[in-house]
Nanobody, 115 residues
Framework: QVQLVESGGGLVQAGGSLRLSCAASGRVFSIDFMGWYRQAPGKQRELVAAITSGDSTNYADSVKGRFTISRDNAKNTVYLQMNSLKPADTAVYYC?????????WGQGTQVTVSS
């Protein structure tokens, strides 16, 4: 059984920074994909950033230049460094991993950016 545990959300003022973490535990043999998604009230869940096993990264246009995704393979952990946060970044953030061809989601962490 694999579990994803997220941390690092919270309340921050516009222009501030937060760092999200998501660690996979359990029977983790190979992680092919790690990504962060977010869902704001009344909106669909959207991809924020992703990183592959080959360290290729992909970002939503709205966060390019402000957010950075990274991974620590030894810790089975993916991070999302969020800088210059805007009220529009307010959402529940979810991590997603593909581990041995199966898809896993974290429980979500709330990020609230005040103006």
């Amino acid at each position: 059984q694999v579990q994803l545990v997220e941390s690092g959300g919270g309340l921050v003022q516009a222009g501030g920074s937060l760092r999200l973490s998501c660690a996979a535990s359990g029977r983790v043999f190979s992680i092919d994909f790690m990504g962060w998604y977010r869902q704001a009230p009344g909106k669909q869940r959207e991809l924020v950033a992703a990183i592959t096993s080959g360290d290729s990264t992909n970002y939503a246009d709205s966060v390019k230049g402000r957010f950075t995704i990274s991974r620590d393979n030894a810790k089975n952990t993916v991070y999302l460094q969020m800088n210059s946060l805007k009220p529009a970044d307010t959402a529940v953030y979810y991590c997603r991993m593909i581990i041995s061809t199966r898809i896993y989601w974290g429980q979500g962490t709330q990020v609230t950016v005040s103006s």
